[in-house]
Nanobody, 114 residues
Framework: QVQLVESGGGLVQPGGSLRLSCVAS????????MSWYRQAPGKERELVAR??????HYTDSVKGRFTISRDNAKNTVYLQLNSLKPEDTAVYYCHALLPTGDTWGQGTQVTVSS
């Protein structure tokens, strides 16, 4: 059974940091690119960062603040969020595009507020 399980969200003050984790199961994790998306209230879901075997991609608004990484031995992809801003508040989702189609986790809430 294919599954993505996120954790690590929470409430943080502006300028703070969080580390999100996504544990994958049910497929050959190392063979697929992994992504983090986010969806803020009233907005469309947007791509935040993607990591392939060696190449990473970030949306402009998070470049220099967020870092995506993966540990293939642990079937886990991470998103380090630094210098957080109120506009980073959203539900963050882990994603994999598999032969069976788009696969999403349940999401983890990140709230940036003083």
């Amino acid at each position: 059974q294919v599954q993505l399980v996120e954790s690590g969200g929470g409430l943080v003050q502006p300028g703070g940091s969080l580390r999100l984790s996504c544990v994958a199961s049910g497929f050959r994790f190392s063979a697929y690119a992994m992504s983090w998306y986010r969806q803020a209230p009233g907005k469309e879901r947007e791509l935040v960062a993607r990591i392939g075997t060696t190449i990473t991609h970030y949306t402009d608004s998070v470049k220099g603040r967020f870092t995506i990484s993966r540990d293939n031995a642990k079937n886990t992809v991470y998103l380090q969020l630094n210098s957080l801003k109120p506009e980073d508040t959203a539900v963050y989702y882990c994603h994999a595009l598999l032969p069976t189609g788009d696969t999403w986790g349940q999401g983890t809430q990140v709230t940036v507020s003083s």
